[in-house]
């Protein structure tokens, strides 16, 4: 694997035209960035013009219809295609969200993608996610309980309880919150950024926890936590529609909490 971050002043040129078949009546263009770890041209912007009417509403069926029959040199990735897996979380319109999740009616005039933003590039629209699951194993995202389980094995919740990890358990780590949040572009080497800290306070929350103490101090540092500045761009790409500013706020309110 190649990781790769573009220079600051880095421009990208323009790629390959690739027009829509002939007698297509229904055309779209998609503009999409292309980088290659051994092309001298890097990168540039390829643009397809695709029959909508040969394909499925999403730009994700788009980049499939693309990579199948027009350029199999094209990378991305992709799973689920429900919105599920977080496999095609990638920039398109100006806005970080899921292909599959995208309508490509919702674009107006031609679709520009693009992979995350601020992020190691290893393919064209693959960008490289190790150092953010890092950041995520730093939390220790699984429960912690020092107390004996009850004989069923079972550690019950209250209706209450259960009801307070709403909104962040269907967090399905596709990133976009973290690559969309200019704290994360300056700082994404010591912020953990929305999505990591998200994740910190499902667990802070949970009540069979019992590592509340221990999780709160860990992040109790200038950067990890405190970097965030309530741009609120987290909460605004969230595709699950998710509030990751306001677990954020949460923590920083239980660290404040805790020392009066």
Not at 50 to 70: C, E, S
Not at 164 to 180: A, N, P, V
Not at 202 to 222: F, M, N, V
Request: charged share 25%; glycine share 6%; with cysteine.
């Amino acid at each position: 694997m190649v990781e790769l971050t573009l220079p600051r002043n880095s421009t990208v040129g323009k790629g390959q035209f690739f027009p829509a078949p002939a007698g297509a009546t229904n055309v779209k263009s998609f503009k999409i960035y292309r980088w290659t770890p051994d092309d001298d041209r890097n990168p540039v912007m390829d643009t397809y013009e695709v029959d909508l009417d040969a394909i499925g509403p999403m730009v994700l069926d788009a980049l499939i219809h693309i990579k199948n029959d027009i350029d199999p040199t094209l990378t991305f990735r992709r799973s689920c295609r429900e919105g599920i897996c977080g496999s095609c979380a990638m920039n398109i319109d100006g806005e970080n969200t899921l292909a599959c999740l995208k309508p490509i009616q919702d674009v107006k005039g031609d679709v520009a993608v693009n992979p995350l933003p601020h992020m190691p590039i290893v393919k064209d629209l693959v960008s490289n996610l190790d150092g953010a699951y890092a950041q995520l194993r730093s939390i220790e995202p699984w429960m912690q309980s020092d107390s004996a389980p009850p004989p069923d094995g079972e550690r019950r919740q209250s209706i209450e309880e259960r009801a307070k990890l709403d909104g962040m358990w269907e967090c399905i780590l596709c990133f976009c919150c973290t690559t969309s949040c200019p704290s994360y572009w300056w700082n994404g080497d010591r912020y953990l950024g929305p999505a990591t800290l998200l994740a910190a306070y499902r667990w802070i929350a949970d009540s069979r926890d019992e590592h509340t103490g221990e999780r709160l101090d860990s992040l109790e540092d200038t950067f990890k936590l405190y970097a965030c500045r309530t741009i609120m761009n987290c909460t605004q790409t969230c595709p699950k529609g998710l509030n990751p500013a306001k677990a954020i706020g949460r923590i920083k309110e239980m660290q404040v909490e805790r020392k009066l």
